[in-house]
């Protein structure tokens, strides 16, 4: 029999070992079971090898020496088979005690076939000329290939079963392995003299350590830490095993390297990168260009690790200590506040772009409160998300009252949306989600289309009515199409610009004046006009009524309350008012809600008001039914 084909199964497989063990590692269960299917093929090579030896030579060795050698061979077969279905299980089947409870009876199973391997007769077969031995298919290799079979079944059986809980490269991988090795057994069935499997379980090897095992695949080429896809896979064992670890964060940026050289940056970055690779018990990954894990298996230790890291950066880095960097960090001593990697990956990146103040020196340690705020955020934006999706957003009217037309003049378009339930979500909840999400883009669209399909269904004047107004957020403000798309929906509509006023507010003109000033030039020119929302809460408020293009200024509730409540406030109104008279300039007061109130504000001379002396926001249905009552005649 030749064994050259197997001998170079034997030299690929110690290529690729070597290759592997001079590659740095971290430690996967996924790797020490390719390990284990390493092992069962490597040996299942050599004693293909030995077996053939001790054949040839059995009358000079023993003829039973020679039966076991070759048995152990099949039973090395048998390993093999035995340890590919042990690989997949361990990713499929994550947790420790779930893996045994499967693989426990294939243990049992792999037993009783070694048993019957050993138990059962093997022959010999020779060549034509009697020169050479041959295996016969008598019924130890029978039950090898039997055994075999079955487990090769239960591994696609699995690889179809549970294809969502596999990573579609491993899939793949493995795939391509068995389908290597079940052909080189089929020509080796049908053509004894020609011993291919061995090798054929070799490349199937290599197939793996390519495809997925090659430890380099863990490793950020610039910094040679462990990347972010070796950080999913350590992180998600804790996770599984139910383990807690502590995990810090390093932000590096444009405001950690401040004041420091360009040319100093890299040897500070490589300085920072050794020192944080020494640090006792803990492993160091780069999830991102300016962001660094350092993650402890202890809790203890964590805290030893955080405080001398700490206490490191408060000197400098690079040639002569010369750069000071300050990063920002994030540090959970107790990641177990998450059920999954995902959601780690998740809530750090919520905290990262949410925080607005991190603690002194730029510290922030969370805690299980923040993962609660983090979970009623992404509930919240599910509900926007669905709410949009299903048309689950209504628009809610609040009348405003003229003082010198003694009637309803206009309403203020509120947004709402409802749960899955029907039950209407406060805007206090949602609003500013939106608007960090970016939603508000299209939830305000669609409140402005609604505005425009009421305004149609319900002409203005035929209830006395001249303008509603609509609140424009931030982003919306910042959003350079804003003019175009509304003019495009007014005229899907046919609603008059008379028809509309857009409230804007002193901290939209602040971010995006530019913008902000170029649409509503865009929408005046229509013939939309403004307002001012919320004066009396900023800082600059007097500023912006001389600044922005408005026609009408909304004096915040928390303003019209002052008025009643502080003496000093009420000159500051009163001055208020009589500049913005002072400039042409109706006045809206919001939060009105007695009588005694209402008839101040009327003194005053402001011309509008709005608030629940009148009515609180109405469904389109009742505000029209109010209209029909408060207007009549």
């Known amino acids: 029999m030749q064994i050259q084909i197997q001998c170079c199964g034997i030299v690929l497989m110690m290529v690729l070992f070597y290759f592997y063990i001079r590659q740095k590692r971290i430690a996967l269960n996924t790797q020490r079971a390719f390990l284990g299917v390493y092992g069962a093929t490597f040996a299942c090579i050599v004693l293909d090898v030995f077996s053939i030896g001790v054949i040839e030579y059995r009358h000079v060795l023993s003829e039973v020496f020679a039966k076991f050698v070759a048995k152990s061979y099949l039973v090395s077969l048998l390993g093999v088979a035995l340890s590919a279905l042990s690989y997949m299980c361990v990713d499929i089947y994550a947790k420790r005690e779930v893996y045994w409870q499967q693989m426990r009876k294939y243990l049992i199973l792999t037993a009783a076939g070694v048993l019957g391997i050993y138990a059962v007769p093997l022959y010999y077969q020779y060549s034509a000329d009697g020169a050479k031995v041959e295996y016969t298919y ?13 487990f090769f079944v239960r591994i696609f059986h699995l690889l179809h079963k549970e294809r969502a809980k596999i990573n579609p490269r491993r899939r793949e991988a493995v795939c391509i392995w068995l389908l290597v090795w079940i052909v080189a ?13 061995g090798y054929a379980g070799a490349i199937g090897i290599m197939v793996l350590y390519l495809k997925l095992e090659n430890p380099e695949t863990n490793l950020d080429r610039n910094t040679g830490l462990f990347n972010s896809g070796a950080l999913y896979q350590y992180a998600k064992q804790f996770y599984v095993k139910e383990q807690d670890f502590s995990v810090l964060v390093l932000l590096f940026g444009s405001i950690a390297y401040q004041n420091v050289q360009m040319e100093r940056r890299e040897l500070a970055r490589m300085e920072i990168i050794e020192y944080l690779l020494k640090i006792p018990d803990a492993l160091v990954f780069k999830n991102a260009e300016d962001e660094y894990y350092v993650v402890f298996a202890d809790m203890e230790t964590a805290k030893e690790g955080v405080r001398r890291i700490r206490s490191r950066f408060r000197l400098g880095w690079g040639v002569n200590d010369a750069s000071i960097v300050h990063p920002r960090w994030l540090y959970l001593p107790h990641a177990n506040i998450v059920d999954s990697v995902e959601d780690l990956l998740y809530f750090i990146r919520y905290v990262r772009q949410n925080a607005k103040t991190f603690s002194e020196n730029d510290f922030l340690s969370i805690g299980r409160d923040s993962v609660e705020q983090m979970n009623r955020v992404h509930e919240t934006e599910q509900l926007i998300i669905e709410a949009i999706e299903y048309d689950r957003v209504e628009v809610f009217y609040q009348p405003i009252y003229s003082t010198r037309e003694q009637r309803i003049t206009s309403a203020e378009a509120l947004v709402r949306i409802r749960d899955r339930e029907g039950n209407i979500v406060p805007p206090g909840v949602f609003i500013d989600i939106a608007e960090e999400s970016g939603m508000i883009l299209k939830l305000g669209e669609m409140v402005f289309e609604k505005v425009c399909q009421f305004i149609k ?44 006023n857009l409230e804007i507010t002193e901290s939209a003109s602040t971010n995006a004046k ?49 008025y009643f409540e502080n003496g000093k406030a009420r000159y500051v109104m009163e001055a ?47 505000f029209i039914q109010y209209l029909e009552t408060k207007n009549a005649g």
């Open 514 to 562: 530019k913008t902000l000033l170029g649409n509503m030039a865009e929408l005046m020119e229509y013939g939309v006009k403004f307002s001012l929302d919320d004066f009396g809460t900023g800082q600059s408020n007097l500023n912006y009524i001389v600044d922005m293009p408005v026609d009408l200024v909304k004096f915040d509730r928390s303003m019209t309350s002052s």
């Open 457 to 500: 269904r319900h002409p203005l004047n035929h209830y006395g009515m001249q303008y509603i107004e609509v609140n424009l957020s931030v982003i919306q403000c910042a959003y350079e199409d804003l003019a175009q798309d509304y003019i495009r929906i007014m005229e899907r509509y046919q609603v008059a610009p008379a028809n509309i």
């Open 185 to 197: 057994s089929q020509i080796q069935f049908m053509y004894t003299n020609i011993l291919i499997v």
């Open 576 to 622: 208020a008012i009589h500049m913005i008279h002072g400039m042409n300039l109706e006045i809206v007061s919001e939060g009105i809600e007695t009588a005694e109130q209402f008839r101040t504000m009327e003194e005053l001379g402001i011309s509008h008001i709005q608030g629940y002396y009148f009515s609180k926001p109405l469904p389109e249905e009742e």
């Open 138 to 150: 008598e019924p130890s290799v029978y039950v090898t290939y039997g055994m075999a079979l079955i």
